[in-house]
């Protein structure tokens, strides 16, 4: 199932910075978020859906409610594993997705630009240092990638789309150019939010817990992308509890494979570090 998530307010994915008094009174989501972060919300969904008892799940055993008569629960144990052990689900992502349709990928690191006479962008290749006059006796030292030029060169922050990311970076039969770069604030912004701790007991605020957070609003056009495998129950539309703040996302199964993309490009990859004899792991 290649499956499409549309939070219906911000988002919150923590860190693993120290948050709490005496250690920092400010943080910021991270985002995209990590693939466990889906991997358990879904899991958590199905759980939810078959009427799961929790407390004899974290023993080990699937225990469920009214609805059991109409599930394989066997097939549910093979699929969602126990709390020690994973079972055959499967999770690709998350990634960023436009429309439905488009994949947008975080700029690798070694794209960079300079900006003089307007923006060039350049990826950093394998480099023989010894034609600057650095030489040294460790084996890897064309391991470390650059370019030379006149200018310096800065970073590139910002995502592009995976046909481009093919066609400029992973095959290169296209330069890489400036309407490649979709900047983040196009995709999502930070909002801070200001909070304050809650005594579970009395329902009355704590002091001096008053704290910040930096959540994540995604633009109307964008929703997370993940692809999802051996999870037969999941029903193809829905809603889930995401992140840190348990916001409500709606999640939907696309009619379409946006990563279809990268599969059609896959002989021409193949040949490219064939004949380079070089590859990226990104």
């Known amino acids: 199932m290649n499956i499409s998530i549309k939070p219906v307010d911000v988002l919150f994915f923590r860190d693993s910075k120290p948050f709490g008094r005496g250690s920092e009174h400010f943080t910021r989501s991270i985002f995209p978020p990590f693939s466990q972060t889906l991997y358990g919300a879904f899991r958590t969904k199905v759980?939810?859906?078959?009427?799961?008892?929790?407390?004899?799940?974290?023993?080990?055993?699937?225990?469920?409610?009214?609805?059991k008569n109409k599930i394989d629960?066997?097939?549910?144990?093979?699929?969602?594993?126990?709390?020690?052990?994973?079972?055959?689900?499967?999770?690709?992502?998350?990634?960023?997705?436009?429309?439905?349709?488009?994949?947008?990928?975080?700029?690798?690191?070694?794209?960079?630009?300079?900006?003089?006479?307007?923006?060039?962008?350049?990826?950093?290749?394998?480099?023989?240092?010894?034609?600057?006059?650095?030489?040294?006796?460790?084996?890897?030292?064309?391991?470390?990638?650059?370019?030379?030029?006149?200018?310096?060169?800065?970073?590139?922050?910002?995502?592009?789309?995976?046909?481009?990311?093919?066609?400029?970076?992973?095959?290169?039969?296209k330069n890489f150019e400036?309407?490649?770069?979709?900047?983040?604030?196009?995709?999502?912004?930070?909002?801070?939010?200001?909070?304050?701790?809650?005594?579970?007991?009395?329902?009355?605020?704590?002091?001096?817990?008053?704290y910040t957070v930096g959540v994540v609003r995604l633009n109307s056009n964008f929703s997370l992308f993940v692809r999802i495998e051996n999870l037969t129950t999941l029903k193809p539309v829905g809603l889930i509890k995401l992140g840190g703040?348990?916001?409500?996302?709606?999640?939907?199964?696309?009619s379409n494979n946006p990563l279809n993309v990268l599969s059609k490009a896959q002989e021409q990859i193949k040949e490219k570090i064939y004949n380079t004899k070089k590859f990226k792991i990104i």
């Open 47 to 67: 759980l939810e859906d078959v009427g799961c008892n929790y407390e004899e799940f974290k023993k080990g055993n699937l225990i469920l409610g009214k609805k």
């Open 178 to 210: 400036e309407k490649c770069v979709e900047e983040p604030e196009n995709i999502f912004q930070y909002e801070m939010r200001i909070g304050l701790k809650i005594d579970s007991k009395s329902y009355t605020a704590e002091e001096r817990m008053l």
């Open 73 to 173: 629960i066997e097939k549910i144990k093979k699929e969602i594993g126990t709390p020690a052990e994973p079972g055959q689900f499967l999770l690709k992502g998350p990634l960023i997705l436009k429309d439905d349709e488009v994949i947008y990928l975080k700029i690798p690191a070694d794209v960079k630009c300079s900006k003089e006479n307007g923006k060039k962008y350049m990826i950093l290749k394998p480099f023989d240092w010894k034609t600057v006059g650095i030489e040294t006796d460790f084996d890897g030292d064309q391991c470390f990638p650059h370019v030379k030029t006149e200018v310096p060169l800065e970073n590139v922050e910002g995502y592009i789309s995976l046909s481009d990311f093919v066609s400029s970076y992973l095959i290169g039969e």
């Open 245 to 254: 703040l348990n916001k409500v996302c709606e999640y939907k199964e696309l």
